[in-house]
């Protein structure tokens, strides 16, 4: 059974940094590719980055382009999202995603199969 577990979120101000982590079970994780997706109030998800199987190509949204990084730490099982200059706009609950063996980084929510269950990004102005 795979299982995919979201931390770090939490209340940051304006022009703050967070790092988001999400460990992966159940699966080989080092073959996948791996997501970070958002949900603010009111609003659909909307994807935010993403990375390829083999670490070496990645994928942003352009509203995050330059601000935040996508890493992945395969002896972890782990993906990462730094998010630095944060803005009130990115208050949201953040998800990962896996899906899509031996991948290339992909910002299309059907392009991957198993979620976690989020964790709660809030960025006071």
């Known amino acids: 059974q795979v299982q995919l577990v979201e931390s770090g979120g939490g209340l940051v101000q304006t022009g703050g940094s967070l790092r988001l982590s999400c460990a992966v079970s159940?699966?080989?994780?080092?073959?996948?590719?791996m997501g970070w997706f958002r949900q603010a109030p009111g609003k659909e998800r909307e994807s935010v980055a993403a990375?390829?199987?083999?670490?070496?190509?990645?994928d942003y949204a352009d509203s995050v382009m330059g601000r935040f990084t996508i890493s992945r730490d395969n002896a972890k099982s782990t993906v990462y999202l730094q998010m630095d200059s944060l803005k009130p706009e990115d208050t949201g609950v953040y998800y990962c995603?896996?899906?899509?063996?031996?991948?290339?980084?992909?910002?299309?929510?059907?392009?991957?199969?198993?979620w976690g269950r989020g964790t709660q990004v809030t960025v006071s102005s």
């Open positions: 995603a896996i899906g899509g063996q031996w991948s290339s980084p992909s910002l299309n929510h059907r392009d991957y199969d198993t």
């Open positions: 159940g699966r080989t994780f080092s073959r996948y590719r």
């Open positions: 990375i390829g199987w083999s670490g070496d190509r990645t």
